[in-house]
């Protein structure tokens, strides 16, 4: 089965700038993960969708950070206006349901924000 | 508050050799854990996971050991290969589906 896309891979933007990522999940998972990885450290959730409804986004910077799944599949997530403390890897993941169920990743967005 | 912790950021092996990469976590309530592999460039890579109504759990050449008395996980790969080196994390499943992420082990093979 195909896994977890993402695009674009690499993303150099200045300060101040807005950003979008894209994630489309293995087919049929209906949960759906952003995670924020920060060089040398584990991934880092920023919000969790079940279907096209936001479970947890706590951790979050609301201020700045966006992020939607309109229709239950794709899903986009919005930088703007981005800080230098933003460069990391943006991954997503996916999984069957919200507990207890492996998540898959994709291969992340490497966001360099100069 | 609750964590998950590597007690060693990095491991190298010889090749053919087994190696065994350790984790404790702090949160008792947890009842599944997954093991992560990350290579350079790319997303973390399922392994093998473990619930906390088991003890071991053995996939391919890997196998996971849960000890829920001392709150500590181990990842245990046989025949270590070049191709095994990466950052290995363990995860732990918080109820709701919350991945929390350790710091991670890099594991080095020596051909």
């Known amino acids: 089965e195909a896994g977890v896309a993402q695009s674009p891979r690499y993303k150099i933007i200045e300060k101040r700038q807005s950003v979008a990522f894209w994630c489309n999940p293995i087919?049929?998972?209906?949960?759906l993960y952003w995670y924020q990885q920060i060089l040398g450290q584990g991934p880092k959730l920023l919000i969790q969708f079940q279907n096209n409804g936001v479970v947890d986004d706590s951790q979050l910077p609301k201020d700045r950070f966006s992020a939607e799944r309109l229709k239950g599949v794709d899903s986009t997530l919005k930088i703007q206006p981005a800080k230098l403390e933003d460069s990391a890897v943006y991954l997503c993941a996916s999984s069957l349901g919200p507990s207890n169920q492996p998540q898959h990743f994709g291969d992340g967005t490497r966001l360099s924000i100069l | 508050g609750e964590s998950v912790g590597l007690h060693l950021p990095t491991l190298s092996v010889q090749e053919g050799d087994n190696s065994i990469i350790n984790c404790a976590y702090s949160n008792s309530a947890s009842d599944y854990f997954i093991w992560y592999k990350q290579e350079s460039g790319k997303g973390p890579q399922f392994i093998i996971d473990?619930?906390?109504?088991?003890d071991k759990r053995q996939g391919q050449r890997v196998t996971v050991l849960l000890n829920k008395t001392v709150k500590h996980l181990s990842l245990q790969i046989a025949a270590t290969q070049p191709g095994d080196s990466a950052v290995y994390f363990c995860a732990e499943n918080k109820k709701g589906g919350k991945l929390i992420f350790g710091q991670g082990t890099e594991l080095s093979v020596k051909p």
């Open positions: 087919s049929g998972h209906a949960t």
């Open positions: 473990i619930r906390s109504n088991m």
